[in-house]
């Protein structure tokens, strides 16, 4: 970073001196010249460094694969972290069922009636950023519409919703452990987002390790 800090300010200043040479009337020091060089070089490092994302400099599109970190991600420490809202006969933690034989977030709907769901929230997100939700989900179905589904929903500071977005994956298709993503462009001006786990019409679903990542 100090050697891009550096780099900026001369390219500043070979800007500044080019300005001041095409003044009418005005002799460039001798000095000067190995100032434009010198600025030339670093310009030329700095721009390399741009093009690469080095230093901080933010790359519009670069794959940044940064995870944020989410409270109690596996379900390893019951329900911390999570809410379940108006839905807690419907949603429980299933400590057997897990991936690897731990802790899973359990999702039960018989009738198919409530659409019940585990929400997060998430903060200090980045307007204009690429985030992906992914979680694996299994399931049993018992009406043929019945689905896991991830959402994000982002807000700004003043709490307007400004990004709604779905993922859905048939509970026919995830008799065992499957991989479950949801990728969303959000909008400039969002801060914080609910992240939703969610059963769609009658069935069984489990969600486990879920991830929360900034893809660029």
């Known amino acids: 970073e100090a050697t891009l800090y550096k780099a900026a300010m001369n390219a500043r200043l070979c800007v500044i001196v080019i300005s001041i040479r ?3 009337n005005w002799t460039m020091p001798p000095d000067a010249v190995s100032h434009l060089v010198r600025a030339r070089c670093d310009l030329l490092i700095l721009v390399t460094a741009i093009s690469m994302g080095a230093g901080g400099f933010p790359v519009h599109g670069q794959e940044g694969n940064v995870a944020l ?3 109690n991600p596996s379900f390893e420490n019951g329900s911390t972290g999570w809410s ?3 839905f807690p006969e419907q949603i429980s933690i299933d400590r057997t069922l897990g991936r690897d034989g731990g802790g899973a ?6 009738a198919g009636e409530s659409m019940p769901f585990a ?3 998430v903060t200090e997100l980045q307007g204009g950023a690429t985030y992906e939700l992914r979680a ?3 399931g049993q179905g018992k009406s043929a519409g019945a689905a896991a589904a991830l959402k994000i929903e982002g807000y700004t500071a003043d709490g307007r919703n400004t990004l709604g977005k779905y993922e859905q994956l048939p509970l026919a298709k995830a008799a065992d452990w499957t991989l479950l993503a949801l990728k969303a462009e959000f909008p400039f001006g969002i801060v914080r987002a609910s992240l939703l786990l969610r059963l769609f019409g009658a069935g069984t679903l489990w969600f486990d390790d879920v991830t929360f990542v900034q893809t660029a």
């Not at 977030?105 to 018989?110: A, E, F, G």
């Open 22 to 24: 095409n003044t009418e």
């Open 69 to 71: 970190t989410l409270t």
């Open 84 to 86: 379940f809202g108006k």
């Open 105 to 110: 977030l359990l999702v039960d709907d018989p």
């Open 119 to 121: 929400t997060q929230v």
């Open 136 to 138: 694996w989900v299994r």
